[in-house]
T-cell receptor, first 114, second 115 residues
Framework: AQSVAQPEDQVNVAEGNPLTVKCTYSVSGNPYLFWYVQYPNRGLQFLLK??????LVKGSYGFEAEFNKSQTSFHLKKPSALVSDSALYFC????????????FGAGTTVTVRA | GAVVSQHPSWVICKSGTSVKIECRSL??????MFWYRQFPKQSLMLMATSNEGSKATYEQGVEKDKFLINHASLTLSTLTVTSAHPEDSSFYICSAAGVSTDTQYFGPGTRLTVL
């Protein structure tokens, strides 16, 4: 079984401040971890993924995420948030040995105020 | 690369009619496509997984006779909502994954409104 938890429904930050969106996961084997962003009435856009290798993954639009195996976490970060980063963010996981099915977190709404 | 399109982007239909939604991978071969449903301010609910040339695998609770899925080629999957009712109104999103990619890429979604 695999699952993802995003403990925060909402994150509010001021523009220019660091942004962190939290994610913890559970899989039976080794994880593939993903972050997606969704703007209103749009599909999901792929931001970044962790498969193997360096624990710090860099992705699109200045986002990065750190894989922490001991804490089973994969938090999304951005050093300096922009108003245009306001959106709904989803963390997702799948077992490396499994099929392509993803398990999604409930989503975190990020609001960046000017 | 890895672009997935959906058509139509929105559709309004009368109760009892059928609606077909297309999902296309534009620049890669999608051996597996997924269909999701999303309610307002909620996460995605996987409806079914389809592999090219074989029958779709439906998630528990999803009516296969109501939501017909066809994955006839490596670049096209269709979802047909048969005899649509107002409770079928939702945002439907497809995604695609290929042999050479371990990432699902998502279409822009289709807003279905059943009157």
């Amino acid at each position: 079984a695999q699952s993802v938890a995003q403990p925060e429904d909402q994150v509010n930050v001021a523009e220019g401040n660091p942004l962190t969106v939290k994610c913890t996961y559970s899989v039976s084997g080794n994880p593939y971890l993903f972050w997606y962003v969704q703007y209103p009435n749009r599909g999901l856009q792929f931001l970044l993924k962790y498969i193997t290798g360096d624990n710090l993954v860099k992705g699109s639009y200045g986002f990065e995420a750190e894989f922490n195996k001991s804490q089973t976490s994969f938090h999304l970060k951005k050093p300096s948030a922009l108003v245009s980063d306001s959106a709904l963010y989803f963390c997702a996981v799948r077992d490396i040995g499994g099929d392509y099915k993803l398990s999604f977190g409930a989503g975190t709404t990020v609001t960046v105020r000017a | 690369g890895a672009v997935v399109s959906q058509h139509p982007s929105w559709v309004i239909c009368k109760s009892g009619t059928s609606v077909k939604i297309e999902c296309r991978s534009l620049d890669f071969q999608a051996t597996t496509m997924f269909w999701y449903r999303q309610f307002p301010k909620q996460s995605l609910m996987l409806m079914a997984t389809s592999n090219e040339g074989s029958k779709a695998t439906y998630e528990q609770g999803v009516e296969k006779d109501k939501f017909l899925i066809n994955h006839a080629s490596l670049t096209l999957s269709t979802l047909t909502v048969t005899s649509a009712h107002p409770e079928d109104s939702s945002f439907y999103i497809c995604s695609a994954a290929g042999v050479s990619t371990d990432t699902q890429y998502f279409g822009p979604g289709t807003r279905l409104t059943v009157l």
